[in-house]
């Protein structure tokens, strides 16, 4: 509550940024560190196909066609193109602008559904059986090693956009048949809503002071 007391100043903050981005954001630290501890998986299984390869006198061996670059291809080259919607989403979320990154995070889950069903086509046209040969296990090692991320990628941007676009009670609701959380889903699309709107009265009220209102509305 505000009172008469007479305030004093003890330092100014308010050349500060109100969240920090790169280095300066533990969490771009976590992402570091993720993404070292994946990469090792990464060159241990590389690792691997390279030493198979310089034990074998030809690789593939004999009898078995290389896998088709068709669908291969086609992965890789969305997923080249997937950098252009997502460096555009990366300016959007520097910018704050919600309507735009919400945007962005809808194309990016639709360009994670692309991928896995090229990558599932792809796995039909290894020409080689994991339980085959080394080779064979070496090929479905690696492939399903990244698969593994795409999917797990595809999972956290759709969760991402589920909360983002406000959808994250809906969709448990609905695949669970619980007509009576619906209520409470709207009740929580409007809850932050409803009081943002009661602390900006009582802050022009002066009954409640509310120095973050300004980041919000």
């Not at 956009?161 to 889903?185: E, H, K, S, V």
Request: aromatic share 12%; hydrophobic share 50%.
């Amino acid at each position: 509550m505000i009172t008469d007391r007479p305030l004093r100043r003890v330092g100014d903050l308010s050349g500060l940024p109100h969240s920090a981005q790169g280095p300066r954001n533990v969490v771009w630290w976590g992402n570091l560190s993720f993404m070292l501890i994946e990469g090792t998986g990464f060159l241990l299984a590389i690792g691997t196909c390279l030493y198979l390869l310089s034990q074998s006198a030809q690789w593939p061996p004999a009898g078995i066609r290389p896998p088709s670059l068709g669908w291969s291809g086609a992965f890789t080259a969305v997923l080249i193109l997937s950098e252009v919607p997502n460096l555009w989403l990366m300016r959007q979320v520097r910018n704050k602008s919600v309507a735009r990154v919400r945007l962005g995070m809808l194309v990016m889950t639709a360009i994670g559904v692309l991928l896995t069903a090229l990558r599932w086509f792809e796995l039909q046209h290894l020409n080689t059986g994991w339980d085959r040969d080394a080779y064979g296990s070496t090929v479905w090692l690696l492939m399903v090693l990244h698969t593994s991320h795409i999917v797990t990628e595809l999972g956290e941007t759709a969760v991402l956009t589920a909360w983002l676009m406000g959808w994250t009670g809906w969709l448990p609701a609905y695949a669970f048949d619980a007509a009576w959380a619906y209520p409470l889903c709207v009740l929580g699309l409007l809850a932050p809503r409803l009081y943002v709107y009661a602390r900006a009265r009582a802050h022009l009220a002066r009954r409640l002071r509310c120095d973050w209102l300004e980041l919000v509305v």
